[in-house]
């Protein structure tokens, strides 16, 4: 059986069960490229993002003896939810290891579909390594969140989706963090239409592919360390590592930054609610050099599932890095209505203050001196020069942070 006829037969036993997710042209992105863009929203797909295609199709496809064992998983969040629902729908036991630090309301809904949530390690490789214990005490079977060749066959359903729902489509950007989502795409695209250009897209501090590939095998990741949950797997998996290798698929990695910024792009220009991980392919084609990317190019917001105190920590990163928020530090004299006049001041160029705070002691600070935090929001990048230039003019000591 071909790679293909295992998708198709994927996409069989998700009929009814996973969304036809809408796919959406983006003009702000379109414009960033130079090139037709396009989303497909994952992010609208039941549990919130991607992973009931995988999770469905592997725990389908259980014997009967395996599935009155149970499952185990361990997950982030977004697998967690895909796990739990399909154990809900195929009437399977399930425990779901998570990181301590796991996002409150992914946790709240693992729970919600019926599902047993234990708390384990600082991270997906700790918890999945729990799980794996669980299963050899118990015998319950392990799903694991990308490495294995029923999980990927089941993320290639997005790709026979994007090859129908856009014909014409030459690059496809998928976020890439084990691997299955990329490995499904890459090798649906390589047997079904190989002018198609895949990038798989990780974030920097969480970057395991670039040396992995290089090395010809995989290996852990140099650092963990960002808003990218989702992504954010110290190890690739096996057998996903072996399809990209084998394809050579491309890889690219995006900074926090891009993160934010593509976030917050999705939320204000295409009116959808992304999580940081679903945005890397977003973040990807903003960071492009022009001309490099061949449209129409297809982007993938693998998932929507965020918390509400995550959201508001990277909307405001997001603001910071596009010079819609500025921070600033302005020495004045400690004398009535220097405050006011500050603010007067920086009413008259339209830039709203957020929040204010005085600093009367500092070896740095003269005794009659008074350090006044200022967080503004303004309008862009050019008005934040003005901002600032206006201040200088009127003779206020300033320094941006």
Do not use: W
């Not at 090139?35 to 991607?50: H, I, T, Y």
């Not at 700790?126 to 294995?148: K, M, N, S």
């Not at 990927?152 to 084990?178: C, K, M, S, Y």
């Not at 050099?289 to 405001?316: F, K």
């Amino acid at each position: 059986m071909t790679f293909l006829d295992d998708a198709r037969a994927a996409a069989r036993l998700l009929e009814g069960v996973a969304t036809l997710t809408p796919v959406e042209s983006s003009r702000a992105l379109s414009q960033v490229a130079g090139v037709p863009v396009l989303l497909k929203c994952e992010n609208l797909q039941r549990a919130g993002s991607f992973k009931i295609r995988g999770a469905y199709v592997r725990m389908a496809r259980l014997s009967a003896v395996e599935k009155s064992a149970g499952v185990v998983a361990a997950s982030a969040g977004n697998h967690a939810q895909g796990v739990a629902l399909a154990a809900q729908l195929l009437g399977i036991d399930a425990v779901v290891y998570m990181p301590v630090d796991a996002a409150l309301p992914k946790i709240a809904a693992t729970k919600e579909y019926g599902a047993e949530v234990r708390l384990h390690g600082r991270s997906v490789d700790e918890a999945l390594v729990a799980a794996r214990a669980e299963a050899e005490r118990t015998g319950r079977v392990l799903i694991h969140p990308f490495d294995h060749e029923d999980i990927v066959a089941g993320q290639a359903t997005i790709a026979l989706e994007v090859l129908e729902q856009v014909p014409d489509v030459r690059t496809i950007v998928v976020p890439l963090g084990g691997g299955g989502l990329a490995a499904g795409v890459q090798a649906l695209v390589a047997e079904v239409a190989p002018h198609v250009r895949v990038i798989g897209v990780q974030a920097a501090r969480a970057a395991a592919y670039p040396a992995s590939l290089a090395a010809g095998e995989p290996v852990p990741a140099a650092e963990l360390h960002t808003m990218a949950d989702g992504i954010a797997v110290g190890t690739p998996g096996r057998v996903p590592f072996e399809v990209l290798r084998r394809h050579a698929c491309e890889v690219r990695t995006v900074s926090e930054e891009d993160l934010s910024r593509a976030l917050l792009l999705v939320a204000e220009r295409a009116k959808l609610l992304v999580e940081p991980s679903g945005a890397a392919g977003v973040a990807a084609v903003m960071a492009a050099p022009p001309g490099d990317l061949e449209g129409p190019v297809v982007v993938l917001l693998s998932g929507g599932n965020i918390d509400p105190l995550v959201l508001l920590r990277v909307v405001r990163h997001g603001l910071a890095v596009s010079g819609r928020y500025l921070q600033l530090r302005v020495r004045v004299h400690d004398t009535p209505g220097a405050l006011a006049g500050l603010l007067r001041e920086l009413a008259s160029v339209g830039a709203n203050v957020m929040h204010v705070s005085h600093v009367r002691t500092g070896v740095d600070l003269e005794i009659d001196e008074v350090e006044i935090e200022v967080q503004v929001e303004t309008k862009g990048p050019d008005h934040c020069a003005r901002v600032l230039q206006h201040l200088r003019d009127d003779g206020f000591r300033l320094a941006e942070h």
